[in-house]
Antibody, heavy 122, light 107 residues
């Protein structure tokens, strides 16, 4: 049975860093594209990042380019999101999601975790 | 970035009604579009991918159409469990972008 469990969220001051992790079970994160999607309180979801094909295909939202980095940890079968220079507008529930596709294309997220909450505030 | 414009932003309908939600892309995206349902406190759930393909396990009352810039999600014979907010998402290029959502209320 597939499962995605996010961790690493919490409260952090503006300008600081945080690393989110998403542990997968029931499949390998290297066999499928993986996504991060966030949702600020009361707002719609926002696609943040995607990674596919052993990290040869990586995409980031403009709002996080230069600050966030996505990667996978094959040994831990996990998806990672390293976030630097955090801003108040990064406050959101961060979802990890498996992509529909294997191979180079990212495809759509088709299986989601329950999310980890990041609050950026002084 | 490609903008996805959904309409209406909200609607109220009765059990058994037919409901259609529209999503328009700011440029052509072929059929690289999906539809999601999100219930309060839950993660989005994929209903439709490649504009018209029903995700496994999704009831057949959900259907999608469209190509290029204009897309629709139709729910025939609305059921009480269909309440929630519906979003389109394009995966034609980076960054992937969501529509702003359509909140569906069951009368």
């Amino acid at each position: 049975e597939m499962q995605l469990v996010e961790s690493g969220g919490g409260w952090v001051q503006p300008g600081r860093s945080l690393r989110l992790s998403c542990e997968a079970s029931g499949f390998s994160v290297d066999d499928f594209a993986m996504h991060w999607v966030r949702q600020a309180p009361g707002r719609g979801p926002e696609w943040v990042s995607g990674i596919a094909w052993s990290s040869h295909n990586v995409g980031l939202a403009e709002s996080v380019k230069g600050r966030f980095t996505v990667s996978t940890d094959k040994a831990k079968n996990s998806l990672l999101l390293q976030m630097h220079s955090l801003r108040a507008e990064d406050t959101a529930l961060y979802y990890c999601a498996k992509g529909r596709k294997s191979g180079y294309d990212l495809g759509l997220p088709d299986f989601w975790g329950q999310g980890t909450l990041v609050i950026v505030s002084s | 970035a490609i903008q996805m414009t959904q309409s209406p932003s909200s609607l109220s309908a009765s059990v058994g009604d037919r409901v259609t939600i529209t999503c328009r892309a700011s440029q052509g995206i072929r059929n690289d579009l999906g539809w999601y349902q999100q219930r309060p406190g839950k993660a989005p759930k994929l209903l439709i991918y490649t504009a018209s393909t029903l995700q496994s396990g999704v009831p057949s009352r959900f259907s999608g159409r469209g190509f290029g810039t204009d897309f629709t999600l139709t729910i025939t014979s609305l059921q009480p469990e269909d309440f929630g907010t519906y979003y389109c998402l394009q995966d034609f290029n980076y960054p992937h972008t969501f529509g702003q959502g359509t909140k569906l209320e069951i009368k």
